[in-house]
């Protein structure tokens, strides 16, 4: 007679506890593993982060610099250092990443909104007729290292904007004043709600509707469905309506 048959209790009990041996040493397997390609994705996760923080901030000195080295300089019908940074803090705040510009000029404000959307990973799409500024103003959007946010189209933008497809979140309108009613009237639809669209030399005060945008600011303000402001900030003016609901 085995002693497996004298002592049965015994063996399944030693049975047992080699079982239960083999569980803990495969289960310390198993989460050692674990806790490596934990370690692994943690530090590769870290490293990405780093990386395109450290991009950010290079881009930023990058634009910082070239701004400030142009900051006296900016001329035809470009817009103010101030200006620039209301559609900025804009874009920001609302996280938009749709971006229509209708006059391009040489740049100082697709610069601002570029580097906006850099911030919320967006695109800009400029428009400008003039092929001297628009020559200008890819050199100056290469020079300040923001032209992979930009998509710049030479062209009459009283044909290109009813032809664009959209959809925008935010509008910026700098171009012939006695046309910024048919071009809101081209961009509304593709305006998507909470969008916002903005323009250039218009102010709530009367006397300050100049350059034949007095129209535009009727009809705007005639729309119940957009909710319009006037930036006090800047001197040349900036409308600033936010679309509520389709309709």
Sequence with gaps: MGAESVFPQYFHCSNIKIGVLKMIRKTKF?????????????????????????????LDEKVRSFLDSRRYSWRDMNVSESDGKVLYDIIVKNNYTKALEIGTSTGHSGIWIAWALSKTGGKLITVEINEGRYREALENFEEAGLSDYIDARL?????????????????????????????????????????????????????????????????????????????????????????????
């Design 155 to 247: 062209a009459d933008a009283h044909e290109l904007v009813p032809e664009l497809k959209g959809p925008f979140d935010f509008v910026f309108c700098d171009a012939d004043k006695g046309w910024y009613k048919n071009y809101l009237i081209a961009v509304l639809p593709k305006l998507e709600v909470g969008g916002c669209f903005t323009a250039h030399n218009v102010s709530a005060r009367r006397g300050r509707r100049q350059y034949g945008v007095g129209g535009f600011v009727d009809y705007l303000e005639s729309l119940s469905y957009m909710e319009t402001t006037y930036d006090s900030s800047s001197w040349s003016g900036i409308s600033i309506s936010y679309k509520r609901a389709k309709k």
């Design 30 to 58: 198993i989460l050692l593993f674990f806790c490596l390609c934990v370690l692994v994705f943690t530090r590769g996760i870290g490293s990405c982060l780093s990386s395109k923080l450290e991009k950010a901030q290079n």
